[in-house]
Every structure is written in C-alpha cells, then in structure tokens.
C-alpha cells in the first residue's frame, strides 16, 4: 500500500531553519512529481513546491521562491523541503503529495497520495 509520510516539523524562531521531509513508500520506476503544500489556520491549502524524481525539476511558489529549497534522495525514496529565512506566515501544516505523473504545480486534483501533514510553528 502507497503511503506518503513526512516528518521533521516543529516550531522555531523568524529568521531559522527547519528541514522537513516526506518518505514515498510506493515508490514506481518511471518518473512522476512531488510536492509540498501548506494549509494557515482559516486558509485554503497552496501549493509551497515540488521536485520530480529522475529529472530533478523543481519549481517554487513565489512567496517561498528564494528561501525554501527542495531536493530529494532516490536511495531513501525520500523528498525534504528546507525552510530558510522562517516567517511567522510560514506556519502552516505541511503536506506532502504524490501527482500521478511527470508533473508538479499548483492543482491539488493532479496528486493521488497525501500524507497527514506536519506542523511548522515559526514564533519568536
């Protein structure tokens, strides 16, 4: 069975870093994206990132492009986003999410697995 698990949130300070990461249990030979989104408390959920497994593409949202990076470790199946430059509007739950292919982007309908989310508190 797919699942789709990520790990590593916690609460830090404006200004650190955090790392959180996401483990494909499922993982399918050809390629197919990746990605990270979020959901505010009293907001909808938007897309943060994403990264496709063989290719490495990668794409950000503009309000993370520049702080926040993303890669992934093909021996562990496992993607990390790394959070620079914390805000107090990056908090958020983080969810990791699966597209069936060789996309990643803002349209939730494209991804097939999501995990249960991990919280990122950033508070001074």
């Known amino acids: 069975q797919v699942q789709v698990v990520e790990s590593g949130g916690g609460s830090v300070q404006p200004g650190d870093s955090l790392r959180i990461s996401c483990v494909d249990s499922?993982?399918?030979?050809?390629?197919?994206?990746m990605a990270w989104f979020r959901q505010a408390p009293g907001k909808d959920r938007e897309f943060v990132g994403g990264?496709?497994?063989?290719?490495?593409?990668?794409m950000f949202a503009a309000s993370v492009r520049g702080r926040f990076g993303i890669s992934r470790d093909n021996a562990s199946n496992t993607v990390y986003l790394q959070l620079n430059s914390a805000r107090t509007t990056d908090t958020a739950v983080y969810y990791c999410a699966r597209a069936r292919r060789s996309f990643i982007g803002e349209d939730p309908n494209v991804y097939d697995y999501w995990g249960q989310g991990t919280q990122v508190t950033v508070s001074s």
């Open positions: 990264i496709t497994w063989i290719g490495g593409a990668s």
């Open positions: 499922g993982r399918r030979s050809s390629d197919y994206g």
